[in-house]
DNA sequence: CAGTCCTCCTGTCGGC
DNA sequence: TGCCGACAGGAGGACT
């Protein structure tokens, strides 16, 4: 589920449930997600008031009164989910005791944000502040895409002699972070790029910035920002912390549409999909060069 | 070091 | 209806 622009919207959507509020108490359900939580998880979180709600590329962070930070990374299924929901009416019915409701936050003034992850290939972890741009989870991304660091220069360099497929170089959270399977199949198509292609390739060869880069990099930045517009997408499961559904699933041009017809103008191809390091690309094999 | 593959876990869907 | 394999938004770690 959760790229960029899915984590954005979950912080966007617990922030006024969890900033400047205090963690009455910190259920944990398993010792461990993904990896072991940290240890005296619990304890180490009740008491605590949450300062503000950060997002560092897939990552959720939690500054806490502490100096302390927790990083949320929510995998493939994990989701956020506030109880009782905004906007409920008193004896609307409650939920957040599924099987796999693991964490759960109970939040001064009865509030509860409920952490449900059914493949649990998310993780939990707790650092100090000082040391969260050099953490193990954090200390090796790339660029946001939505930021000054990341321009055709810097995507070039990070390119530059780099023999795997552009779709897998992309998909490297050290050469631009946040993006995943879906953003990446759009933007290459959004920039008629094949994924097959090399990176190397793509990079062009002197200093100068080549023709795709060129387009690639608008191409990022515009499906991003486009989907956290839209508040996400909403595949299987997945919804906002506050029920709602994001919508930018509608805008898929390529992702998850296999033998249908190809959008461009005048292009009479359809979608293709081949396996590159075993995950789905989805591309126009004539728009995509 | 770089690139590729396997793996963690559960659920769902399509085919036979 | 039931069984089985393929596949699903990620990425760490083992391997070549």
Known sequence: MPELPEVETVRRGLAPVMEGCLIERLEARRPDLRFPLPDKFSKRLTGRRVIRLGRRAKYLLIYLDDESVLISHLGMSG??????????????????????????FHMEGGTRVVYTDHRRFGYMDLVPETELATCRHLGGLGPEPISNEFSSESLGAALRGKKSPIKSALLDQRVVAGLGNIYVCEAL???????????????????RPSVRIERLVPAIRDVISEAIEAGGST???????????????????????????????????????????????????????
């Open 189 to 207: 198509y959004r920039s008629g790029i094949s994924p097959r292609r090399l990176a190397n390739s793509v990079a062009g060869k002197g200093p």
């Open 79 to 104: 989701r956020f989910t506030i109880y009782p929901p905004p906007g409920a009416e008193p004896g609307d019915e409650e939920e957040g005791n599924g099987r796999h409701d693991h964490i759960v």
């Open 235 to 289: 595949l299987r499961d997945y919804a906002q912390a506050d029920g709602e559904l994001g919508y930018f699933q509608h805008s898929f041009q390529v992702y998850g549409r296999e033998g249908e017809a190809c959008l461009t103008k005048g292009c009479t191809a359809r979608v293709a999909r081949i396996v590159q390091s075993g995950r789905s690309s989805f591309f126009c094999p004539t728009c995509q060069r």
